[in-house]
């Protein structure tokens, strides 16, 4: 599949269902019933005709739709481009790096997180399933169409900084920044979980968010809004049955312990 259709199909997926179709699926039903039971041979004729154009146009609808586990590898896929094109904009190769990198993949809420760059028609969700290995189940997920990239190479001497927004649906970067940060000026390095937040966005609903944040002297910072409902899903898809902190806390626990000897 080219790029092009691949697209499509990604923005197939986000779309709605034939609410018409299946309005005329149920009317075509019910007259059928109607008519039997009145006898009546031209109500049958025309709840016929509501039926087949309701099937005709939820097969149209859902012909060439791709599944959750492709959706899911098609984002996989995206994010390891977004990990090539990273390291290209940075300029960094492996020899430079000291250590795994940081990363941060995280979808974009409308009226939450600077969705800047990315237009408010692209910024859609999905539910669905993910399976579980451990315990086996699957769980239920929220698929999203944008996205905010933020990782971090560890050199010996600075963080390569990379971050970007993407739109899933266009396979769009926007809004790229890259840096270069100095152990000696990192200032804070936190994770902040700010409480209870009502975001009412067609039924769903957050309790709560963390906020990741890394500034140095000059003030400037890197700050990534983190949903807590990607926080407890990552865990599950790493078959984590305890969660004694959240994946962010310990990226921040693994950054503090190669910061902070070369702060010294």
């Not at 016929?48 to 146009?57: A, M, S, T």
């Not at 899911?72 to 430079?96: A, F, H």
């Not at 152990?183 to 994770?191: F, P, S």
């Amino acid at each position: 599949m080219d790029e092009d259709s691949k697209r499509k199909a990604i923005q197939k997926y986000f779309s709605g269902s034939a609410g018409w179709a299946i309005l005329l699926l149920v009317l075509g039903i019910i007259g059928i019933m109607v008519s039997v039971a009145a006898e009546s041979t031209e109500g049958a004729v025309v709840s016929g005709v509501f039926l087949i154009i309701g099937i005709v146009g939820i097969v149209v609808s859902e012909s060439g739709r791709p599944s959750d586990n492709q959706i899911d590898d098609w984002l996989e896929s995206d994010r390891q481009d977004l990990i090539t094109r990273s390291k290209v904009k940075l300029g960094v190769d492996e020899s430079q790096v000291v250590s795994d990198p940081y990363e941060l993949f995280i979808w974009l809420w409308l009226g939450i997180e600077d969705t800047e760059g990315i237009p408010d028609a692209d910024v859609k969700y999905k539910r669905g399933k993910v399976h579980c290995k451990y315990p086996h189940f699957y769980y239920d997920v929220v698929r999203h169409s944008a996205w905010r990239f933020q990782v971090f190479y560890p050199t010996e001497h600075y963080l390569a900084s990379y971050g970007c927004k993407f739109d899933f649906l266009r396979g769009k970067f926007v809004n790229e920044r890259t840096q270069e940060i100095y152990y000696k000026d990192i200032t804070i390095l936190e994770t902040r979980t700010e409480d209870t937040i009502d975001l009412k966005r067609k039924g769903l609903k957050e309790s709560h968010y963390e906020r990741f944040t890394l500034k140095v002297s000059s003030g400037d910072a890197v700050s990534v809004y983190i949903p807590s409902e990607y926080l407890i899903t990552q865990e599950l898809k790493d078959n984590v049955s305890e969660i004694p902190s959240t994946r962010c806390e310990k990226m921040v626990q693994s950054m503090r312990k190669m910061i902070q000897p070369k702060k010294a």
